[in-house]
């Protein structure tokens, strides 16, 4: 008897594109700048999100969808941040979120009134590199005190991110890290990344990330007008 195989997993990342694209449509069509933020365990996802709601919330008019293996403790400390909704998703043990995830999130958002709209993806820097969520750009954040070698540990990830974010700046003169020799290997993996540089407890550690932000919202919203 002949033997048929099915590959399902090709058909999963099929259907996940296709939702992906729906909802990049159905974000850009409300003139949404979408920004997925991944990174591994710790590195300091939740924090940076913290201060840019406090700080640039009603600015830039910026929504959040968050996503966590068991708890949806990161969306209630964002939510201390903000009067808008901050949709949680609990993945129950899955590694990452896929768009058929973000795509129902956003059933709960206000998109006329979002100007920014930030995926807090499930810590880990392997699974969320495969997966489509719609977004415009995937933002790669990681610490100096996870090693410069992360980008080649972790090459997909970095190769399908469009921006780095090194965090924690403030502790390099206390962890044996060198900024060069990370950016060194990011380019190695991607030379197109763009690098960003933040503390989130600095005072003015997030100037130029917050510039970045105005600078995206500003310029994708004359690009679509």
Known sequence: MAVRTIDVRERVMAKNDELAAAVRRRVREAGVVTFNLVSSPGAGKTALLERT????????AI??????????????????????????VVTHGACHLDARQVNAALDAID????????????????????WDLGEDAKIV????????????KYPKMFQQARYAVL??????????FNVTKAVD????????????FTSAVQEGGLEEWYRFLRSRVRREAAAWA
Do not use: W, Y
């Open 111 to 130: 998109l006329q009134h979002t100007r920014l709209l930030f995926i807090e993806n499930v810590g880990n820097l392997v699974c969320p590199a495969s």
């Open 141 to 152: 954040l990681f610490s100096v005190t996870e090693g410069e070698d992360k980008p080649v």
């Open 63 to 88: 929504s959040v969808v968050t996503g966590d293996v068991q708890t949806q403790n990161d969306a209630d400390r964002l939510a201390r941040h903000t009067d808008r909704l901050v949709q949680a």
């Open 167 to 176: 965090s924690k700046m403030d502790l390099l003169p206390h962890v044996p």
């Open 53 to 60: 709601l406090a700080q640039l919330g009603e600015e830039l």
């Open 185 to 196: 290997f990011a380019h190695q993996v991607n030379p197109d990344l763009e690098f960003l």
